[in-house]
């Protein structure tokens, strides 16, 4: 598409038309081909007068400095564009008009399956080429100007061009990388495939979510209590259904951290059972037992142990290391008061989604370093959150509402968490900062299409490094908060299944279990 632009200042007109380039043999632009609507005053105004400019404007597109690993970097606009001073023939004749329309079909239909030509429109072409008049614009002189990152350093030139791949401005990209070939091979990363496309039978989770809080919100400025009131609301029907649980009960443990509330899911009452603790996850500010109670329920039935959800604290009410106080101090009490209520206190294993994930990760490295290494034996980290630090990359990648955590999201739960912090690399909050030896095995669930799928990734490689037992499994097409989609996803009832096996390989010893790790 390009500009057509005539006439002297202050009596300027301009028409956007698509137009066909001709070159010569050696490439170079000679001739732009195209037509005008028979009633455009611009056509009388070139009759008289046959001087034009043409303007094309190539790809281009927003560089922004949260793109960047140097965040001091000013955002701008990088593009290509280009104008021909032409002088501009009419042609209005019907062989001309033939000509230059079947000639621009031919071109843009070129390649599609099933391409079109004008001859399928029978008595409609005749209507249509009579209101047309043709034009043949010879260019007398050519100017470009583009702006491709070459002023750039080779590391912002390397963010720039990531961000470009993964936000589907591959055209943009490409003309980048065709006018850096002097520059590193670390300024010019492979192109990156676009994101994997959501699993459909969590899709339909996410719609529903996403659709009923906005309902809910109707574009209002919440608190956070009022933001947790509609987490409630849109998880309530997500919850419903499921096993039924032989014995489910609510109490208060009255722990060193205070009282803790709890929510005891035991599936054979009057056994001693091993125990899984259970955090829920979101951002350590919103959700509680209630949102996650259909997960526990699941772990509960086809674990055939007992899982106790602990109702930490939310943030910003409270920060860190209020909620991580409480988990430990469950772990104690659990330890201790567990056989009265038919829980094993010497077979615990902790876990949870999110920000339960972290919190988990936080008190086995806490236990560990307070020298009860041993009362926690397992840890099943669900997409848990590691660092405030995610790459931009990762931002970039996956990090937008449909994907259920957005990049400032990151940011808001961080800042709730662990505002007051003047070091954000805390080893029992920023986890991914700790040494990690001497941990119980660990699996970790990896939501392909999360912004913490990165973290998750870098942290299953530091625990291998640490002689830590872990598995790790990537599921597809799962975006961050998949877990609670079990109601009618296949892909979040396999990580739920691989989630109990290696629990109940730890917990059980069962040889068996195994976890095919992707």
């Given amino acids: 598409m390009a500009w057509i632009v005539s006439g002297v200042p202050g009596a300027q007109q301009a028409t956007p038309l698509p137009v066909q380039l001709v070159c010569d043999a050696e490439g170079t632009p000679r001739t732009l081909l195209g037509h005008f609507a028979r009633n455009n005053p611009q056509v009388k105004a070139l009759a008289a007068s046959s001087r034009a400019t043409v303007l094309l404007v190539g790809p281009h597109g927003y560089i922004s400095p949260s793109w960047m690993h140097d965040r001091t970097w000013g955002p701008t606009w990088n593009y290509a564009s280009v104008m021909f001073d032409v002088e501009i023939q009419l042609c209005d004749t019907r062989a001309d008009a033939d ?16 391409a079109w030509s004008a001859e399928e429109m029978g008595a409609r072409y005749e209507k249509l080429v009579t209101g047309i008049v043709g034009f043949e614009a010879r260019i007398l002189a050519t100017r470009s100007c583009f702006k491709l990152g070459q002023d750039e350093r080779d590391e912002v030139f390397a963010d720039i061009l990531r961000a470009l791949d993964i936000k589907d401005q591959a055209p943009l990209a490409k003309w980048m990388r065709r006018f850096a070939e002097s520059r590193s091979p670390q300024a010019l990363p492979a192109s990156q495939p676009p994101p994997r496309a959501l699993d459909p039978e969590i899709k339909r989770f996410i719609d529903d979510v996403i659709a009923k809080g906005r309902e809910l919100t109707a574009g ?18 997500w919850t419903r259904g499921g096993p039924v649980i032989a014995a489910t009960r609510n109490v208060v443990a009255q722990t060193s951290a205070g009282p803790v509330r709890l929510r005891i899911y035991d599936p054979a009452p009057g056994h001693s059972k091993p125990t899984f603790v259970f955090m829920h996850g979101g951002g350590w500010s919103l959700f509680s037992v209630d949102t996650h109670d259909r997960v526990m329920r699941e772990f ?11 109702d930490y604290d939310l943030s910003p009410e409270v920060r860190y290391p209020t909620a991580l106080n409480q988990v430990v101090a469950v772990v104690h009490w659990l330890h201790e008061q567990g056989r009265t209520l038919g829980l094993d206190g010497d077979r615990i294993a902790i876990g949870g989604d999110s920000a339960g994930g972290n919190l988990s990760m936080g008190a086995a490295l806490r236990l560990r370093d307070a020298g009860h290494p041993n009362l926690v034996k397992a840890i099943l980290s669900i997409y848990g959150g590691s660092t405030p630090d995610c790459s931009p990359a990762s931002r970039q990648r996956y990090g937008t509402e ?5 990049a400032n999201e990151v940011d808001t739960f961080w800042d709730n968490y662990i505002g007051h912090l ?16 001497g941990l119980p095995p660990v699996f970790l669930v990896i939501a392909e299409c999360d912004i913490l799928a990165e973290q998750n990734l870098h ?7 640490a002689g830590v037992q872990v598995q790790a499994k990537v599921y597809p097409g799962a975006p961050h908060s998949f877990i609670e989609a079990v109601a009618v996803s296949r892909v979040a009832n396999e990580a739920v299944d691989d989630g109990v096996a290696f629990l109940r390989s ?11 790790v992707a």
């Fill in 99 to 114: 000509r230059l329309l079947v000639g621009l079909v031919t071109q843009m239909e070129a390649n599609r399956p099933a």
């Fill in 220 to 237: 209002r400025d919440l608190s956070w209590p009022e933001r947790r009131e509609i987490c409630e609301l849109t998880r309530a029907p």
């Fill in 300 to 310: 509960a039935h086809r674990g055939g142990m007992a899982v106790v959800g602990v």
């Fill in 402 to 406: 449909q994907d259920m955590l957005t």
């Fill in 422 to 437: 003047n070091d954000r690399r805390d080893p029992y909050a920023a986890t991914a900062y700790a040494p990690l030896h």
């Fill in 459 to 465: 942290m299953a490689g530091r625990l291998l490094e």
């Fill in 506 to 516: 730890v917990l059980l010893r069962e040889r068996g279990a195994r976890v095919h």
